[in-house]
């Protein structure tokens, strides 16, 4: 089992910044990649950012390329999400996932999840 906490969530005004951390524990060797994702209220939980935990490799969302940027320190065990140039579209729970086996953009394809932690963007 992994578990996953996310932290960092808050109030913004629009065009600001926030760094969003998720530390994971247990079988932490079995974590092949991390993601985020995110769901705002009356809508699906979509897909953010991975990166695979051996080399680093990142995938984006085409909503949030070139304003967030996710990160890992192995050492620690926790993956980082920096988010720039926030919009009020952004507002949204954020999650943070761990695979074992893909890094993909499918939910399905990531067992563990964390709590969530609320981004609230203001116009």
């Known amino acids: 089992q992994v578990q996953l906490v996310e932290s960092g969530g808050g109030l913004v005004q629009a065009g600001g910044s926030l760094r969003l951390s998720c530390v994971a524990s247990g079988r932490t060797f079995s974590i092949y990649a991390m993601g985020w994702f995110r769901q705002a209220p009356g809508k699906e939980r979509e897909f953010v950012t991975a990166i695979r935990w051996r080399d680093s490799l990142t995938y984006y969302a085409d909503s949030v390329k070139g304003r967030f940027t996710i990160s890992r320190d192995n050492a620690k065990n926790t993956v980082y999400l920096q988010m720039n140039s926030l919009k009020a579209e952004d507002t949204a729970v954020y999650y943070c996932?761990?695979?074992?086996?893909?890094?993909?953009?499918?939910?399905?394809?990531?067992?563990?999840w964390g709590p969530g932690t609320q981004v609230t963007v203001s116009s």
């Open positions: 996932a761990a695979s074992q086996g893909r890094a993909t953009g499918w939910a399905a394809d990531y067992p563990y």
